[in-house]
């Protein structure tokens, strides 16, 4: 089994800054691309960021220039630390991974969801 263990969300007043964390564990071969979306009441969950094995970066055009996600490939751990907060990035954050299993078995694992919560 894998799982994805989300931390770092939490009430911050707008220019403010968290730092998620995102940790995999379980049975892995290997983890390709990493991502954090997010969802809001009433609207569908986008992508916030992604980043590759090699440390490729997909970044939303809502949250570039202010967002950063990275990674530490030994731990299975994605991170992103968000600067600059805005009421607007208010939303549960998801974890997501696309991991190997097995040379036969691929998964796209999600983490529970982590809140954040930007607010004066």
């Known amino acids: 089994q894998v799982q994805l263990v989300e931390s770092g969300g939490g009430l911050v007043q707008p220019g403010g800054s968290l730092r998620l964390s995102c940790a995999a564990s379980?049975?892995?071969?290997?983890?390709?691309?990493m991502g954090w979306y997010r969802q809001a009441p009433g609207t569908q969950r986008e992508l916030v960021a992604a980043?590759?094995?090699?440390?490729?970066?997909n970044y939303a055009d809502s949250v570039k220039g202010r967002f950063t996600i990275s990674r530490d490939n030994a731990k299975n751990t994605v991170y992103l630390q968000m600067n600059g907060l805005k009421p607007e990035d208010t939303a549960v954050y998801y974890c997501?991974?696309?991991?190997?299993?097995?040379?036969?078995?691929?998964?796209?694992?999600w983490g529970q969801g982590t809140q954040v919560t930007v607010s004066s």
């Open positions: 997501n991974a696309d991991i190997r299993l097995t040379s036969l078995r691929r998964l796209a694992s």
């Open positions: 379980g049975n892995i071969l290997s983890i390709y691309t």
């Open positions: 980043i590759t094995t090699g440390g490729s970066t």
